[in-house]
């Protein structure tokens, strides 16, 4: 079955430092792949997503991420972490019918 | 510039009472979901909709249920609720294999 794992339940990080958070997929076809972010208490904006092509992918907030096809991962970056960045990230993958399999979460602390 | 519109933001329930979730959007969009959110769970889906007057089961569909009578609604009931329902409740609506997320409905059941 399609699944995503976040292997990272918590992250905390100074503020100006960079920032990776892990996703891995199991998909047997080419996945399309997506980061949601989470501020406390509101719903899940999308960060970025992939599809095909350029396997580096620029996302808004200054977020990127990397598909690698060789590793299954989809990992999110941010060279310099700013204190609004604290929120819960989701990775998520399509599976059928239009559907989304969610990872567990990562929570990012910014300490200042 | 409303998006996906979740009603109400709050609840809390006693055992065995029921109510309906409310979720509107006016993208025009033909899918819709919703899902529930727990602690170290992500999103796990609920119900979801393929167009007006469809429903299908996701994951977690016990103890629920669902209607979308009308393409920009798509409500989510709960007949008799457990403590086991307590959780955050998201609603999404999609287009061109992109999500769209409300803003969620956090319930309790005592």
């Known amino acids: 079955a399609q699944s995503v794992t976040q292997p990272d339940i918590h992250i905390t990080v100074s503020e100006g430092a960079s920032l990776e958070l892990r996703c891995n997929y199991s998909?047997?076809?080419?996945?399309?792949l997506f980061w949601y972010v989470q501020s406390p208490g509101q719903g899940l904006q999308l960060l970025l997503k992939?599809?095909?092509?350029?396997?580096l992918v620029q996302g808004i907030k200054g977020f990127e991420a990397e598909f690698k096809r060789s590793q299954s991962s989809f990992n999110l970056r941010k060279p310099s972490v700013h204190w609004s960045d604290a929120a819960e990230y989701f990775c998520a993958v399509y599976i059928d019918d239009y559907k989304l399999s969610f990872g567990a979460g990562t929570t990012v602390t910014v300490r200042a | 510039n409303a998006g996906v519109t979740q009603t109400p933001k709050f609840r809390v329930l006693k055992t065995g009472q029921s109510m309906t979730l409310l979720c509107a959007q006016d993208?025009?969009?033909?899918?819709m979901y919703w899902y529930r959110q727990d602690p170290g769970m992500g999103l796990r889906l609920i119900h979801y909709s393929v167009g007006e007057g469809t429903t299908a089961k996701g994951e977690v569909p016990d103890g629920y249920n669902v209607s979308r009578l009308k393409k920009q609604n798509f409500l989510l009931g709960l007949e008799s609720a457990a403590p086991s329902q307590t959780s955050v409740y998201f609603c999404?609506?999609?287009?061109?294999?992109?999500?769209?997320f409300g803003a969620g409905t956090r319930l309790s059941v005592l």
């Open positions: 993208m025009n969009h033909e899918y």
């Open positions: 998909y047997g076809a080419t996945p399309y």
């Open positions: 992939y599809f095909s092509g350029d396997t």
């Open positions: 999404a609506s999609s287009f061109k294999n992109i999500q769209y």
